[in-house]
T-cell receptor, first 112, second 114 residues
Framework: QKEVEQNSGPLSVPEGAIASLNCTYS??????FFWYRQYSGKSPELIMF??SNGDKEDGRFTAQLNKASQYVSLLIRDSQPSDSATYLC????????????WGLGTSLAVNP | GAVVSQHPSWVICKSGTSVKIECRSL??????MFWYRQFPKQSLMLMAT?????????EQGVEKDKFLINHASLTLSTLTVTSAHPEDSSFYIC??????????FGDGTRLSIL
């Protein structure tokens, strides 16, 4: 069974702190990695995607990928209350390039 | 860019009726569209993958005769919930992508069957 695992949380951080969200995956053939944010009652919104080992930064967000250890993480710097949401990790591989395997999501609460 | 439009946003209807939901990619031609269902406080559940001009691929346990998917063009896919019943009430979300690019989601349709 190809799986993507996330800590369900809730992860609680104070405003201005760094929030660190982690995701592990079981399929070593995975090649594309995505982070989506989902506010309650809304649809997912793409935050970051990463294909290569290392870090990828976009504004306050940094995605980190380590294929050897099979984990991908998302760092949110200077966390704001508006970042409070569920963060979904999704993965796909070359064998089935269209379908994503989804984690169950980590709930993040940023406290003012 | 990468805007996906989904209509309607809300549907309330009587048990036994059929409901059609539209998903459009507004500023790109989607090679693949996906249909998801999400129950409250649960994760996304992929229902089917749809490619333009071909039959949809349904996930295990999803009834293809109940959830009809038509992908008539590179910018439009529809999901029809046939003979809907209260247990079909859920949040239905479509997404679209081109090639190996990320999936982009519509705003979702909240379906309530009375």
């Amino acid at each position: 069974q190809k799986e993507v695992e996330q800590n369900s949380g809730p992860l609680s951080v104070p405003e201005g702190a760094i929030a660190s969200l982690n995701c592990t995956y079981s399929d070593r053939g995975s090649q594309s990695f995505f982070w989506y944010r989902q506010y309650s009652g809304k649809s997912p919104e793409l935050i970051m995607f990463i294909y290569s080992n290392g870090d990828k930064e976009d504004g306050r967000f940094t995605a980190q990928l380590n294929k050897a250890s099979q984990y991908v993480s998302l760092l949110i710097r200077d966390s704001q209350p508006s970042d409070s949401a569920t963060y979904l990790c999704a993965v796909n591989n070359a064998g089935n390039n269209r379908k994503l395997i989804w984690g169950l999501g980590t709930s993040l609460a940023v406290n003012p | 860019g990468a805007v996906v439009s989904q209509h309607p946003s809300w549907v309330i209807c009587k048990s036994g009726t059929s409901v059609k939901i539209e998903c459009r990619s507004l500023d790109f031609q989607a090679t693949t569209m996906f249909w998801y269902r999400q129950f409250p406080k649960q994760s996304l559940m992929l229902m089917a993958t749809s490619n333009e001009g071909s039959k949809a691929t349904y996930e295990q346990g999803v009834e293809k005769d109940k959830f009809l998917i038509n992908h008539a063009s590179l910018t439009l896919s529809t999901l029809t919930v046939t003979s809907a019943h209260p247990e079909d009430s859920s949040f239905y979300i479509c997404s679209a992508k081109v090639g190996s690019q990320p999936q982009h989601f519509g705003d979702g349709t909240r379906l309530s069957i009375l």
